[in-house]
């Protein structure tokens, strides 16, 4: 069994305390060149698609590509939660010149069939796809699995960063450059990839800790960013993970109550907490090199802390490519 704890954690809070805050957001901020992004005011033409969208750092990223113009698709779990978010990201921005383009499209990201329907008629309706944000992601106290086997944390995060990723992608190389952007967590620093084990149902334990299976998908979407740039990197197509901080979400309020009342006062909000995400998605700024890297406040970050063990190799991260292939029966153009 796998427990948080030891030399990772020790380093993940320590520089927790002084980087993940919205403290170190806005110590960060100061060395921006282009805090606003405002050289991508206008996004008209664009597509994006946010998972998980409704609510949270999705919510946020929402908001800021539809006040940039851009189409936005919403891509949520339940109808009457996402209606909810459009019509309040709608009513904020809107102006006599301007009405937003807000999309919904409902699926559910742990759930393969829903993913496939979903990207085969958003692939029969449009040409390209300018960016692909994966931002849903769940964290369950108890341990619940989908009707394929998968531990459900494991499978929504896969869902996006592999499944859904890999059927956009011809769409993504239509566009002048595609991006992909995998919400990723500071979870992901406790715990190593097992790269065997793709459904994420061998490394929880017999008894369940909804705070390990989190790590562990976080990681997953990490090497799988790496991975993409090797597989897909030669398409034009731009890969990043990235970690959004300490930031209070309605997400983090429920599935860490404690974290969250403890370090309440010193948290980013959720638009801190996006911030990254959308520079990455838009900005010009990073650059061909950086593909395939993990960011915080607009700087790449080491994915994993001296002496922790978590380091994984080429080969694994191979390995559990493999394993993303045979669960979603995806081998390829």
């Known amino acids: 069994m796998v427990r948080l704890g030891g030399i990772a954690a020790l380093q993940w809070y320590s520089e927790g305390l002084r980087k ?24 008209s033409g664009r597509h994006y698609i946010v998972t998980g969208a409704n609510s949270g750092i999705g919510y946020a990223i929402a908001f800021e590509l539809a006040k940039r113009m851009a189409t936005v698709h919403m891509l949520c779990r339940n109808l ?3 209606e909810k978010a459009r019509t309040e990201i709608i009513e ?15 699926a559910d990201m742990s759930d393969t069939e829903s993913i496939r329907s979903f990207a085969a008629s958003f692939s029969s309706k ?40 890999a059927l956009m ?37 017999a008894s369940y800790d909804g705070n390990i299976a989190y790590s562990l998908a ?3 979407q990490v090497e799988l960013t790496r991975k993409w740039v090797k597989v897909a990197g030669h398409t034009g197509v731009l890969f990043y993970s990235m970690h959004p901080g300490w930031s209070t979400t309605p997400g983090v309020t429920s599935s ?4 969250e009342k403890l370090h309440r006062n010193m948290m980013r909000d959720q638009s801190q907490g996006a911030d990254t995400a959308v520079w990455l998605a838009i900005s010009d700024e990073p650059k061909e090199n950086e593909n395939g890297t993990f960011w915080l406040d607009r700087n790449i ?11 994984c190799t080429e080969q694994e991260r191979d390995q559990f490519w493999k394993c993303c292939q045979e669960i979603y029966n995806w081998k390829g153009e």
């Open 20 to 43: 993940y805050g919205s403290t170190g957001y806005e110590r960060s901020k100061r060395h921006w060149k282009d805090p606003s992004i405002a050289s991508k005011n206008d996004l």
């Open 80 to 82: 009457q939660r996402a």
């Open 92 to 106: 904020q921005i809107k102006s006599e010149a301007f009405e937003p383009s807000v999309e919904i499209h409902i």
């Open 126 to 165: 449009h040409t390209k796809l300018d960016g692909l944000i994966n931002n849903a992601g769940a964290l369950f106290q108890e341990e619940s699995r989908t009707l394929d086997g998968m531990e459900k944390t494991m499978a929504i995060a896969l869902g996006g960063s592999f499944l859904l990723t």
């Open 169 to 205: 992608l011809p769409l993504l190389k239509e566009a002048p450059s595609g991006r992909v952007v995998n919400i990723s967590s500071g979870g992901q620093y406790l715990v190593k990839l097992d790269a065997e084990d793709g459904k994420g149902i061998t490394r929880t334990g």
């Open 218 to 220: 976080k990681r997953a």
């Open 256 to 259: 860490l109550p404690t974290f």
């Open 301 to 311: 970050i080491k994915t994993d802390f001296p002496l922790a063990s978590t380091w």
